[in-house]
């Protein structure tokens, strides 16, 4: 079966650096999307993208946060100068269509800045 | 806004016991309602889906029922399993688009 892959499994990384969370989505779906589960709280959406372009981002998705399609395979989540409080697993998804909540998502990827 | 409440965890059960994980929501339209399953180092799984009241999802002897007029979606299953361990999250998505809000999760273990 299908599946979303994350890489890495787990990252640490000094407060104030910069780390790319790196996905790759289903190669037939065409709408992809980034999660996170801060410990112990709810699963938030970040920002869904579709045609090389963000397609909706929730008020969590700030300056500090990008994403990219560089390579028409991978599909990445930058975030700069990290901060303490984004500690947390990262989930990536995607999607054939939107259908809703119809996603396949990777395993995660837990961030831990330190 | 669009939120989920579920019934807090760790749920205990005994193998071949009845489950229920309670699951209410509040929304603006006629959300779409989900339960997604995580197991152990593993993504989020989706387990059943129901689109409009009174729907019934099932998968794997999973069952739960779209209650309008409670704003429930509650997750039921006649006889547990070991391998039916795992952290058990309830969903919604909204019309206007597709993005999921979730619920706390529960975690469900099943003792031989």
């Known amino acids: 079966e299908p599946e979303v892959t994350q890489t890495p499994s787990h990252q640490v990384t000094q407060m104030g650096q910069e780390v790319i969370l790196r996905c790759v989505p289903i190669?037939?779906?065409?709408?992809f999307y980034w999660y996170r589960q801060i410990l112990g709280q709810k699963v938030e959406f970040l920002v869904s993208f579709y045609n090389n372009e963000i397609s909706e981002k929730s008020e969590i998705f700030d300056d500090q946060f990008s994403v990219e399609r560089p390579d028409g395979s991978n599909f990445t989540l930058k975030i700069r100068s990290t901060k303490l409080e984004d500690s947390a697993m990262y989930f990536c998804a995607s999607s054939e269509d939107r259908a809703r909540g119809s996603y396949t998502f990777g395993s995660g990827t837990r961030l831990t800045v330190v | 806004g669009n939120s989920v409440t579920q019934m807090e965890g760790p749920v205990t059960l005994s193998e071949e016991a009845f489950l229920t994980i309670n699951c209410t929501y509040t929304?603006?339209?006629?959300?779409?309602l989900f339960w997604y399953v995580q197991y152990p180092g593993e993504g989020l799984q989706l387990l059943l889906k129901a689109t409009k009241a009174d729907d019934k999802g099932s998968n794997k002897g999973f069952e739960a029922t779209y209650r309008k007029e409670t704003t429930s979606f509650h997750l039921e299953k006649g006889s547990v399993q070991v391998s039916d361990s795992a952290v058990y999250f309830c969903?919604?998505?909204?019309?206007?688009?597709?993005?999921?809000?979730f619920g706390g999760g529960t975690r469900l273990m099943v003792k031989p």
């Open positions: 969903a919604l998505s909204e019309n206007a688009g597709n993005m999921l809000t």
């Open positions: 190669s037939n779906h065409l709408y």
């Open positions: 929304a603006t339209g006629y959300p779409s």
